[in-house]
């Protein structure tokens, strides 16, 4: 244990240098020179730990352990190693690292699995240099089209496929990969929020990915003068719009279960300090684990909103984004908390706010995610830490689960 931590943070230390931004976080993009270096890195690291290397069409890369099936589906560990820019050293690389360290304990414990046992370590979860995010899973399962891969352009209109030959990545390789060669994908990443700090538990079994809604919510009033329009004569959209935003909270609250409600955009109109405001625009994201908390709150904020339209006031609700909750793979969740019980590592059951490449590989396989606290609940800065010993619980974590997946025989 002690020496799976040490690694560990030796991988998050190390890798951590391969950024554009030396001494102002991680920034890591995709097929970028620091790519390459991480890259090199996490190849070399899985030969040591003696895994076949294999890189795919997107660059995605993959460390595999044979198993004794001849053609036999993999049961795969990872998460992603870009980064967003100025981030930390642990989003993504955290869960690749603790991949690796899983398969040395194979290695190092001489088991030969049944099933294969995979590595991986993603591309382009973040979209920071193509835009969209989850572009590593997205293309292996198929959700993003080779076709569409190729037509991607960087902000500076260098396409992905440019981008992978200028680091030396073959971009003739083999890009979907069929469903059927994956028995189930495993994947730690840092929490990125302030529950399992808060609860001091070490481990955060996900339940599912939430599900989110965006609304836009336009408040109609009159314009006026600000001088010259007396209280009791105005129409005014922004104080109406205010009213109804410091009520939206509540409703999430009330809800409950984790049900989170944000305004996060707001827009007055037009927008003159001596002018009334005729018209306001806002957002309201709504996330909940649970679909029927989602819906609860949107027809919640529907009400409130219509109940404040009146003669000279209109209101309107647009829904704009509506993406359902995802549960994870039962029989794994049971594994992962029944696994943790018995290495006396407490455990709590979270909900994940954020996507992640293993909500993408649940289309096609069976997933299971674990959480490890983020200090502070801080992420996607410098700042970003987390404890290598509760990584190093997680390796321990993972190792059992895949041991059981992989049906390992010693
Ligand atoms: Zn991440």
Known sequence: MKETQVRIERHINELSKFTSTPHKGVTRLTYSNEDLQARNYIKETMKEYGLNVREDGFGNIFGKLEGILNDAPSVLIGSHFDSVPNGGAYDGTAGVVVGLEVAAL??????????????????????????????????????????????????????TEEAMSKIGLDTSLPKKRDPKTMKAFLELHIEQGPILEEKSSPIGVVEGIVGLTQLEVTVEGRAGHAGTTPMDRRSDALVTAAKIITQLPDLAIDEGEGTVITIGRLNVFPNGANVIPDKTVFTVDIRSGKEENVCNVIRKTKELIQSYSEDTIQTSVEQHLYIQPKALNKSIRSLLKQTSSELEIPYCSINSGAGHDAMILSDVTDVGMIFVPSKDGLSHCPEEWSDAHHLANGVQILYEAAKNLTETKS
């Open 106 to 159: 194979f290695s190092k414990n001489n088991l030969t699995p049944k099933y294969p046992l995979e590595i991986v370590a993603l591309i382009e979860e973040e979209g920071t240099r193509f835009k969209g995010g989850l572009m590593g899973s997205r293309g292996i399962i198929g959700s993003l089209s080779e076709e569409d891969f190729k037509s991607l352009k960087d902000k500076d209109g260098i396409s």
